[in-house]
C-alpha cells in the first residue's frame, strides 16, 4: 500500500540557521509529491510539486525539494529560516491516473528560536 | 489569485444531527475533493468528485457521508447523523485535472458533543 513517512514530529531550529525536512515514500510508479505547510488556523498551502523532470524543484517562500528515486525521499530544504516559517509541513504523495486522493505523512513541526 | 473558499469556518453540533458544509472551488477546476483531519492526526482522504458524481472515496467514507454538487458553483459534503469522532477539520480541495495540483480551502472545524 502507499505511505508517506515524514520520521520528525517536532524540529527546532535558529532563525537563520538551515532546514531539511525529511520525507520517505512508498509507491509502486513514479510518484506525485508535494509539500504544503499548515499555520496554525489556517489550510494547506501547496509549497512546492514534482511531477517530473529536473528532480530539484523550487517553491515558494525560498524552499527547494529534491527528489531521490533511489532512496524514495522527497526532502524539503531551505538555506536560512525566517520566524514566519513556523508552522507543520506535510509532504504528500499522488498516484494520478485515475486516483487522485493524496496520502499526507504526519507532518512535521517546525519551531523557529529567536 | 483564485481560491478555494469553505463556509461556516467552524461548526459546532450535537451529536446524531445533521451537517452539511459547504466549498466554492475554483471556478475552472472539474475535480473536488474533501479530506478530513482529526486533530494531531495526518490529513486523510474522504471522497473525490467528477462530473457529478463520486469517482472515488475511502473506507471512513461510509453511508453517514454524501456530497453534491447542488449548483455551478457550491461543493457539499453532508454529514447525516454525526457522532462524536467526527470532531475534525474537513478540507475541500480542487484541481483542474486528476493529476493536477490540489488546491485547499481554509477548512471548517466540526466540533460534536
Known amino acids: 500500500a502507499q505511505s508517506v513517512t515524514q520520521p520528525d514530529i517536532h524540529i527546532t531550529v535558529s532563525e537563520g540557521a538551515s532546514l531539511e525536512l525529511r520525507c520517505n515514500y512508498s509507491y509502486g510508479a513514479t510518484p506525485y509529491l508535494f509539500w504544503y505547510v499548515q499555520s496554525p488556523g489556517q489550510g494547506l498551502q501547496l509549497l512546492l510539486k514534482y511531477f517530473s523532470g529536473d528532480t530539484l524543484v523550487q517553491g515558494i517562500k525560498g524552499f527547494e525539494a529534491e527528489f531521490k528515486r533511489s532512496q524514495s525521499s522527497f526532502n524539503l530544504r531551505k538555506p536560512s529560516v525566517h520566524w514566519s516559517d513556523a508552522a507543520e509541513y506535510f509532504c504528500a504523495v499522488g498516484r494520478g491516473g485515475s486516483q487522485g486522493n493524496l496520502i499526507f505523512g504526519k507532518g512535521t513541526k517546525l519551531s523557529v528560536k529567536p | 489569485e483564485p481560491e478555494v473558499t469553505q463556509t461556516p469556518s467552524h461548526q459546532v453540533t450535537q451529536m446524531g444531527q445533521e451537517v452539511i458544509l459547504r466549498c466554492v472551488p475554483i471556478?475552472?477546476?472539474?475535480?473536488f475533493y474533501w479530506y478530513r483531519q482529526i486533530l494531531g492526526q495526518k490529513v486523510e482522504f474522504l471522497v473525490s468528485f467528477y462530473n457529478n458524481e463520486i469517482s472515488e472515496k475511502s473506507e471512513i467514507f461510509d453511508d453517514q457521508f454524501s456530497v453534491e454538487r447542488p449548483d455551478g458553483s457550491n461543493f457539499t459534503l453532508k454529514i447525516r447523523s454525526t457522532k462524536l469522532e467526527d470532531s475534525a477539520m474537513y478540507f475541500c480541495?480542487?484541481?483542474?485535472?486528476?493529476?493536477?495540483?490540489?488546491?485547499f480551502g481554509p477548512g471548517t472545524r466540526l466540533t460534536v458533543l
Open positions: 471556478s475552472n477546476h472539474l475535480y
Open positions: 480541495a480542487s484541481s483542474t485535472g486528476i493529476a493536477d495540483t490540489q488546491y
